[in-house]
């Protein structure tokens, strides 16, 4: 075995310690911006256009690479500046000019080189690792530490083992796995090789007699630093090529890993791992006990063996169904939804936080895992991985939490997605144009949309959802944070591309906004329907009764107003009546059949009694309207179960 300098060697493991740690906390850092885009959905809503995964990740290694070149030379040039005795810039009486012409001034170039192959190698590998995060903090911290320390003990065990035992070909092999699969160990290795290589070599070339003492002494070492030198391992060219096979390597296994996650919705995260804590989303999956002749009906229609064909419904769903299992327990947050959207229809899906609306919506984009059940959008299969991506660059998806990118204005960001789209140049001038206007963005498009208020981030980002005209438009809460004039700004918006043929799903709280926009909607509660039809038709239906209001006049003594109330139940003691509200001098009560009873309530009745009791008690005046769908919508959901899983 070739031997070099002792002082080289523990010198070059210090050198290497240290360097090796910078390298990867620089490169480690880079992976912050990729885990934000998969928490803020960016990822998904960019995927959705037909951007495929290798352009994906080779824009961000692309722009990645240039920031190492740019990051790591600096740290080069330190050494240079500080007069390092291996990476500095030699002055000429420190050449061994005489017995090795290539040898050069500037040796922090090489420093440099292996920082930059190191980082392009690196880069991959941590992408691939920060799939499993979902805090960039976490990314950050948790792929610089193991990889330093993974490392840092290999290339310490192989050390001492080889001095050790010199004869044993288990630290051979360890090295051998370690050049072949881990970047910063050839890092390492490759500064303490060009660190004894280099006292070596000035130790001997000195002169002829030096060179003819090391050689007696079996002192090896390379004139030329990157030497691809297998028989003494004193240069390092081995070690460039082994960075430039990683870098290689390593992107065509995280190509391949997300394909693979794409096209079978293989959804994994360390999280879900090692803690499988609760899913902050659905019901806790129990049945209901009766289901709706409606939402029978819907069943029915969509699960016809002939339905699909003799159908031309955009988007499909049958018996779909979404189950977490958890640590705690198992959470069916979606459970045997059946529907089907024609083209050009705005339907409305309602229903409390935890309801299982986003859950829903995450599968219909093809972001979560659909557990079982099919689903069908412009007659491609979400489900069928060959179609899975044909039927994602049909949808246009606003999601829950702002899919934007900081850093861009908001033309930028438009502009940005009109091309992941395809759009010709005139169409993408166009098409950004419009929605700047038609949503009152045109005054903020030159500002970066990371400073914009809610409002207008909320805007963008259904703005970037309707680029391209898709098929259909899932809207998750689109009006949140806006205020009144923006929130009818978007109403206009959602109409106008509605009237072009897009499908809208839309998931709201605001039933003022699905009364003006839905010509069908249904409620969710426990990760099931509890109703489907048109606005008017669920009115009709669960909104059997009336809201009356009666002002009394100032006058109107306690005691008055006691015998009031007690006269309203007794004339109309046919209906369940009850007392809402009471402020000042109004009354406020609701007036329904008893459960379980299809009587009609009667007008006529209503008025003629309460046109007695108005001359009775000199009443200012009263009013009668039909029950609102805010009401209709609290009545269903007062079944909403909380989550009773146990803390384990």
């Not at 061994?96 to 392009?120: M, P």
């Not at 988007?315 to 979404?322: Q, Y």
Request: net charge negative.
């Amino acid at each position: 075995m070739s031997s070099n300098s002792a002082n080289g060697e523990n010198g070059g493991q210090n050198y290497a310690g240290d360097l090796t740690f910078m390298v990867c906390l620089i490169v480690s850092l880079f992976v912050k911006y990729k885990v934000n885009e998969d928490i803020l959905k960016a990822k998904h809503v960019q995927s959705l256009t037909g951007m495929s995964t290798v352009t994906y990740w080779l824009s961000f290694y692309v722009v990645d690479i240039c920031k190492c070149a740019v990051f790591f030379l600096p740290a080069a040039l330190t050494f240079a500046i500080m007069g390092d005795t291996v990476f500095s810039i030699r002055d000429s009486a420190a050449l061994a000019v005489e017995t090795n012409s290539g040898d050069i001034q500037h040796a922090w170039l090489y420093l440099y080189l292996y920082f930059f192959l190191t980082c392009v190698s690196c880069l991959p590998l941590f992408y691939l690792y920060s799939l499993l995060f979902t805090t960039a903090a976490t990314a950050v911290i948790t792929i610089m530490m193991t990889t330093f320390f993974a490392s840092n003990i290999w290339f310490t065990t192989v050390l001492i083992w080889r001095q050790v035992n010199a004869t044993s070909p288990t630290p051979d092999t360890m090295h051998t796995i370690a050049r072949w699969t881990m970047p910063p160990y050839v890092f390492s290795d490759m500064i303490l090789t060009h660190y004894g290589n280099n006292e070596s070599k000035y130790l001997c070339l000195v002169d002829s007699y030096s060179e003819k003492m090391c050689k007696d002494a079996q002192v090896n070492f390379s004139k030329n630093y990157l030497a691809v030198d297998y028989d003494d391992s004193m240069g390092v060219g081995e070690h460039c090529w082994d960075l430039v096979f990683q870098a290689v390597m390593w992107f065509l296994v995280l190509v391949s890993v997300e394909s693979l996650r794409k096209r079978v919705s293989f959804n994994f995260s360390l999280r879900n791992l090692i803690f499988k804590n609760k899913v902050a989303t659905g019901g806790n999956g129990q049945l209901l006990t009766e289901i709706d002749a409606d939402v029978e009906a819907e069943d029915r229609r969509v699960n016809s063996s002939t339905y699909l064909q003799d159908n031309n419904d955009v988007l499909v769903t049958r018996n779909l169904e979404k189950v977490y299992n958890t640590r705690t327990g198992t959470l069916v947050a979606v459970n045997g939804l059946n529907l089907g959207i024609k083209a050009g229809q705005c339907f409305g899906l309602l229903g409390v936080n935890g309801a299982g609306k986003t859950t829903a919506f995450k599968m219909l984009t093809g972001d979560e895992t659909i557990t079982s059940g099919e689903c069908y959008v412009n007659g491609y299969s979400l489900r069928n991985p060959a179609e899975k991506a044909k039927a994602q660059q049909s949808v246009g998806y606003c999601p829950q939490f702002d899919a934007l990118i900081g850093e861009l204005t908001g033309k930028e960001t438009l502009d940005f997605y009109c091309n992941l789209r395809g759009l010709k140049d005139a169409d993408r001038i166009s098409s950004v144009d419009t929605l700047l206007k038609i949503l009152d963005l045109d005054i903020y498009k030159t500002k970066q949309c990371g400073i914009y208020s809610g409002g207008n981030k909320r805007k963008l980002s259904v703005a970037l959802a309707m680029i391209g005209d898709p098929k259909i438009l899932f809207l998750d809460e689109p009006s949140t944070g806006m205020d009144p004039g923006a929130r009818h700004a978007l109403w206009n918006a959602i109409m106008e591309i509605q009237a072009k043929g897009t499908s809208v799903i839309l998931t709201s709280h605001s039933m003022e906004e699905c009364e003006a926009l839905c010509s069908r909607l249904a409620i969710m509660v426990n990760g099931q329907f509890q109703c489907i039809g048109a606005v008017q038709h669920l009115r009709s239906r669960f909104g059997r009764g009336y809201t009356l209001e009666v002002e009394v006049g100032e006058k109107i003594t306690n005691a008055q107003k006691i015998k009031l109330r007690s006269d309203l139940k007794v004339n109309l003691k046919q209906y369940v009546v009850v007392l809402k509200e009471e402020n000042m001098n109004t009354l406020v009560y609701d007036i329904s059949v008893e459960e379980g009873k299809n009587d009609v309530i009667s007008l006529e009745l209503l008025f003629d009694k309460l046109e007695q009791i108005k001359s009775r008690y000199h009443l200012e005046n009263y009013s009668i309207r039909q029950r609102t769908l805010e009401e209709m919508f609290l009545n269903f959901t007062k079944s909403q179960r909380t989550d009773e899983r146990k803390e384990g």
